[in-house]
C-alpha cells in the first residue's frame, strides 16, 4: 500500500513541478517493515499523511467536477475533519465520505441546496433530523455536517442492515428510488480513492 501512495504521489509530483517532496525513510512497527513517508511542503505537513494525500489528489479533480471550496487550507481542515470523524468507522470511509461531500456541495461548507432547504458540506437538513441529532444544529459549521451526515449514514446502514451503498442511495433523500446518485458517488469515490 505504502509503494502504491509513493507511485502514486512521485506521478503527481512529476506532473506539478510545484509540489516538491522529500523522502524520509522511518521505521514503522507494524508488519515489521519500512515504510516512507513524504515530508510535504506547507500547508500539507500540517495534517496527517492520509488528509494531505487525499487533498493532492483531491486538488487534481477541481476542475472536473468544479469544488468549490476556498482555497487549499479550507480542503485541508475539511478532509482533516472527515478524517476524524471517520477513521475508526468499518463501513464509510474517508474517501467515501468525501465524495459524498463533493456531490452534494462540491465542498463548499456554505453551500445551499434552494429547492430543497440543504445546507453545509453534507447537506443533512436539521429540521428532518431533529430527534436523532439534537446537536445538530447549525449546517454550516464543518464538524457539525460532517458528522451528521456520518450519522445519517449509520442510521440508514443500521435500519434493516442494508449495504454501505444501499445507506449511500438512501441518503440522497429520495428515499433510496435512485442507483444515479450512487453511481455518481462510486465515480468520484474511483476518482479519489488509491486501489492496491
Known sequence: ????????????VLSTPALA??????????????????????????????????AIRVEALKKKYWLEYKDTNDLLETLNIIWEETRFDKHFTMEHVTAIAIKES??????HNRRDGGRGLMMAMPRYWRK??????DPY???????????V????????????????????GS????????ADIKRIYKDIRITA
Open 153 to 172: 449514514l449509520q442510521i440508514f446502514k443500521s435500519e434493516k442492515n442494508r449495504s454501505t451503498w444501499e445507506s449511500t442511495r438512501r441518503y440522497n
Open 132 to 137: 436523532e441529532l439534537p446537536w445538530y444544529n
Open 21 to 54: 517532496l522529500d523522502f524520509v525513510r522511518i521505521d514503522q512497527l507494524t508488519d515489521f517493515t519500512y515504510t516512507y513517508q513524504m515530508t510535504l511542503p506547507s500547508p500539507y505537513n500540517k495534517y496527517p499523511l492520509p488528509v494531505a494525500d487525499l
Open 106 to 111: 462540491k465542498l463548499n461548507h456554505v453551500a
Open 175 to 182: 428515499c433510496g428510488k435512485t442507483w444515479k446518485y450512487v
Open 141 to 151: 459549521n464543518k464538524r457539525q455536517s460532517i458528522r451528521a451526515g456520518v450519522n
Open 1 to 12: 500500500m505504502a509503494k502504491l501512495i509513493i507511485s502514486l504521489l512521485l506521478t503527481l
